[in-house]
């Protein structure tokens, strides 16, 4: 245990981080989103298949369903937050 903290005060500190790495990360994911239309990649299966993943999900918006997709493969059965 470290010094001057209790456990539950490292597990709080550890969740809160985590929870602001995840909010960062979500707004890098966006911008790749953003940017990869002008990015030349000859015929790039990923983004076909992460395409064809965010059709499943109920957003209007493809560059933000796309984003979720990206985010949702990382932390779809994740239940913290």
């Given amino acids: 245990m470290s010094k001057g903290y209790s456990e539950s005060d490292i597990n709080q500190i550890i969740g809160d981080a985590f929870y602001q790495m995840c909010m960062v990360l979500l707004?890098?994911?966006?911008?790749?989103v953003d940017d990869w239309e002008g990015s030349?990649?000859?015929r790039d299966t990923v983004i076909?298949?992460?395409k064809a993943l965010a059709k499943k999900?109920?957003?209007d918006d493809e560059k933000l369903a796309v984003?979720?997709?990206?985010?949702?493969?990382?932390f779809g059965?994740?239940?913290g937050f």
């Avoid at 707004?27 to 790749?32: E, G, N």
């Avoid at 984003?67 to 990382?74: F, S």
């Fill in 67 to 74: 984003a979720m997709a990206v985010y949702m493969l990382g």
């Fill in 40 to 42: 030349i990649v000859p």
């Fill in 48 to 50: 076909d298949e992460l």
């Fill in 77 to 79: 059965s994740y239940k």
């Fill in 57 to 59: 999900q109920n957003i």
């Fill in 27 to 32: 707004s890098i994911i966006q911008k790749a």
